[in-house]
Every structure is written in C-alpha cells, then in structure tokens.
C-alpha cells in the first residue's frame, strides 16, 4: 500500500510539542481570541512579509471576507478560475457577486493573464466593465500564479487583487511570497495543507491597516468593543487552540516545504521518460508542491491500474466549477475554457507529503512504467531497492 497522505509520520514527529502548546491554553483557560491567535497573526504575517494577519475559522471564509472587506457585493463580478477548489468560488458567490471564470495556462495550471486581459478589454468593449470588482488568482498545488503580469493588468484596470494562497503557504514568486502581491492574501489551515492545523482554520494577510481593521470587525460580529457593533460581522474567528498548535507547525514549515520540493525531485527523476508530464516549476517560481500533480491522456486507466497496485491517488479537480451542477445558474457550457477542461480530465496527484519515502516513490513511479509498459527503473532491474541515489 502506498498511502495518499499520512498525516501521523508528521504528527508523530511533534507530538510532545502540541500537547505543551494545547496545555498552555487549557492553563490559561482563553479560547477565544486570546494571546496564541494575536501572536500566530503576527508570526504568520511576518513569514509573508506583510504587516497584518487575521486569523478565521477557514480558508473559504478567509476569501469570502477578503472579498467583503473590498467592498465586493450583490451585482458584482470577480474574475478567477474554474480550475480550482469548489471554495474559491463559493467565495465570491456568497457575498452576492458573480464568479467569471477565466482559463489557464495549461503549464501551471494557473491564471492565464492574456486569458485576463482578453476578458476584461471584451468586457469593456461590451461597456460593463463597472461590474467587475476584484480579481481573484489561485496559487494552485503549491504553484504560484504569474503574478507579475497580473498585479500589472489589475494595476492598469484598477481592479484589487485577492490572492487564493490556501494551497500555497511558502511557495515564492520572484523571491516574494505568494499573498504579499495583492491587496490581501488568504490561506487555509485545513489539515492536508503544507501548514494544516488538527482541524479547520485560515488567515487573511495584508500591508493595509484599513483592511486589516475592516477584517476583524468583520470576523467578530462587527465588535470593535465589547457589545458595541459597528458593522454586520459574522463568527468567523480561529480558535486559539488552532493558533497554539499552528505556531509550532510554522517553524517547520520551510523545513517541511524543503523536504517536498526533495521528494518532488526524487519523483521528476524516477519518472523520467515515462509518458507522464511531471509538475513544472517556472523560473521566477519556487513551488512548494501542495500536491505532486502529473498529466496523461490515460489519466483515468492509470488510476485504476494504480488502485489496483494499492496505490492511492486523487483528483484535483475532476470537474471544473463552470461545469458543475452548483454554478448552473451561470450558463457556462462545455468548451467555454478548453485548457482547463482538459486539465480536468488529465490530471492525477501521486501519493505525496514531505514524508513519504524513496521507496515509496519508487514503487509509485515503478508500477507507473508497468502501466505504459516501459522497462524497469535501474533499481528495480538490479532486483532491489535499496542504496540508489537520486
Ligand atoms: C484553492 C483552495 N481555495 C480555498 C480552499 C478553502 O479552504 P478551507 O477548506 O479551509 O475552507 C481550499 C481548501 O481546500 C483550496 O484548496
């Protein structure tokens, strides 16, 4: 069996750390909004290079508040893409705005800035270029988004920029971190994550004082003292316990996140020549590797052929959000983003984590080579897999 994902290697590895942080709480006896959460925005701000973090209770309501503290509302439009999480989208829908999905580059599997450029010079041409309030790019398995064509067309539309870094923590654009490009940055802590806590939780990053005010008026009923409301704000805070145990997990993070782009080479070697196209990463990016996401025309054979072998795999995204039932409403039929309705039928994510082992990989990339009928890995036709060096 080759697992997913085995979140208790990682655990396992700072067990006696979460408990003392847990502990520290329960001594304190706060739980709600109390030291760990103040400290853990400010640490986790620092990390990105920004002034301000405010912790929620998840990475969809750290989108949807973004989006609110922007002013985006009923009648509006947020440009993003359908190739994502169900929850970018969502976002944006439950604030009353519109989602328009624009395509990717096929690549990255992110936001395609001439797709967005194109997009916003028809729909001026179309004279409703008032409607469109934000642009929402997602840094999609630990891959940044071009940013820097598209903080300049949204420089040049005066249109703010939301990051969707929620699969993304660390991962670098030109030497700067992912959720420090927009006017506002969202993560999520969801357990999975490069940085996941035991439980849901998210943060919202920004250099502006003004958001980061409207922000916590808008995750704490619109409180700026005690029973005095000054807005309609919701519950949407991180639990302090989250936030003890998230602090612990952010010094390892740029440890852990090394040890996947390692696992990630291991893999691009092993899979050399194997009919399957490996993760790029583009030179002004540094991927952080979320997920290790190849491509094959087989996709959905190789799958089986891998369940078969007891290796387990997952598809991000089997249909993309313009195509599902949900988003109906928004009359989007098949063939309106060709490169991301591809990307949905051909995509598969490997067992991966920063633990998982050379072995492991090994036989992943060896039973991948059956499935295309290619000869064994050197080690494998050595009658062994130990002592390679990759
Ligand atoms: C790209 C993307 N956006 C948003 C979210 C939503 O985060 P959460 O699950 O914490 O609500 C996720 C999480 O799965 C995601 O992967």
Redesign the pocket.
């Known amino acids: 069996m080759v697992p997913f994902l085995d979140l208790k290697k990682q655990y396992k590895e700072i067990e006696g750390e979460i408990f003392s942080a847990v502990k520290r709480v329960f001594e304190k006896c706060r739980f709600i909004l109390g030291e760990e959460v103040s400290a853990f925005e400010e640490e986790f701000a620092r990390y990105c290079n920004v002034q301000y973090g405010v912790g929620v209770d998840?990475?969809?309501?750290?989108?949807y508040l973004a989006l609110k503290a922007v002013g985006v509302g009923e009648g509006d439009e947020v440009i993003t893409v359908a190739h994502?999480?169900i929850?970018?989208a969502l976002?944006i829908s439950f604030t009353g705005a519109k989602p328009i999905f624009v395509d990717i580059d096929p690549t990255t599997y992110t936001m395609d800035p001439y797709a967005l450029e194109h997009f916003i010079k028809s729909r001026e041409a179309k004279g409703k270029r008032r409607r469109m309030k934000a642009i929402l790019p997602?840094?999609?398995y630990g891959h940044s988004a071009e940013m820097d064509a598209i903080m300049e067309i949204a420089n040049r539309y005066h249109l703010p920029v939301i990051e969707?870094a929620?699969?993304a923590h660390g991962a670098m654009y030109q030497g700067k971190k992912v959720g420090s490009f927009g006017l506002l940055g969202?993560f999520?802590?969801?357990p999975?994550?490069n940085l996941g806590g035991y439980g849901?939780?998210?943060v919202v990053v920004t250099k502006s004082k003004k958001l980061y005010e409207t922000l916590r008026l808008l995750r704490c009923y619109g409180e700026r003292k005690k029973y005095h409301h000054f807005i309609k704000g919701g519950n949407h805070r991180l639990d302090e316990i989250q936030a003890a145990m998230l602090r612990i997990k952010l010094r390892y993070l740029d440890r852990w996140n090394e040890g996947r782009r390692e696992k990630a080479q291991i893999y691009k070697k092993m899979l050399e020549g194997s009919k399957v196209i490996c993760p790029l990463e583009r030179e002004l990016s540094q991927h952080v590797y979320?997920l290790f996401v190849i491509r094959t025309k087989k996709r959905n054979a190789l799958q089986t052929f891998l369940k078969k072998k007891g290796i387990e795999t997952l598809i991000h995204y089997p249909i993309p959000i313009h195509l599902q039932k949900a988003y109906k409403d928004l009359g989007y039929q098949r063939g309106d983003l060709p490169l991301t309705e591809r990307s949905a039928q051909e995509v598969l994510s490997l067992p991966f984590s920063q633990g998982i082992t050379e072995s492991e990989i090994e036989e992943v990339a060896h039973q991948i080579r059956c499935f295309f009928e290619l000869p064994a890995l050197p080690s494998q036709q050595a009658g062994g897999r130990q002592g390679r060096q990759y």
């Open positions: 998840s990475g969809t309501d750290a989108l994502t999480f929850s970018t976002a997602v840094h999609l969707d929620c699969q969202c999520s802590f969801y999975t994550k849901d939780g998210g979320h």
